[in-house]
């Protein structure tokens, strides 16, 4: 899996898959969820609220990916996943997490996604140290033993980002 960094609005990227780093509900919010949504238009939405509920208003737990078309995106997909909320990483923020990045592969792989980007999942609002989920996605991304997606995309709004990823990948 070749594996990349880029500074990019993801939702611009000609991929076959996008991350979004949903909420819980999967009925958009702010942040890249927010923008993702705005972007796929209404029918995002509609084929979001479709998928059942597993709890009250919950339609991806914690950790855990669904998948939709891309609609109006230039990805053919969306796997939605809902990152860890952090509160100090004494509730299993990290196991949850990598989570996150484990189900969207597996996912990818199954559904046959051959490219695949990654926003930095649970750093903006959810309050994840910026270091510590990198570290994370990549070594998730290194470890990967299903099937691969022949590339995989960290997609970050600036550089700061970037180059976080850019040395976690050379260390």
Do not use: K
């Amino acid at each position: 899996m070749r594996i990349q960094v880029q500074i990019a609005d993801i939702t611009t990227l000609e991929v076959d898959a996008i991350v979004n780093a949903a909420n819980a509900t999967l009925l958009g919010g702010g942040g890249v969820d927010g923008a993702i949504h705005r972007a796929a238009g209404p029918g995002l939405l509609a084929a979001c609220r479709a998928l059942p509920e597993t709890a009250s208003g919950v339609r991806c737990p914690t950790g855990e990916a669904r998948i939709t078309a891309g609609f109006a995106l230039s990805a053919r997909h969306v796997i939605h996943t809902v990152g860890p909320v952090w509160r100090g990483g004494g509730d299993g923020e990290p196991r949850q997490l990598a989570a996150c990045y484990r189900n969207s592969l597996r996912l990818a792989g199954d559904c046959g996604i051959v490219s695949i980007a990654f926003p930095a999942i649970s750093c903006g609002i959810y309050g994840y140290p910026p270091a510590a989920a990198v570290a994370v996605a990549v070594h998730e991304a290194r470890h990967w033993a299903g099937p691969r997606p022949l590339q995989l995309i960290f997609c970050c709004f600036d550089a700061t980002m970037a180059d976080r990823y850019q040395r976690e990948l050379a260390a």
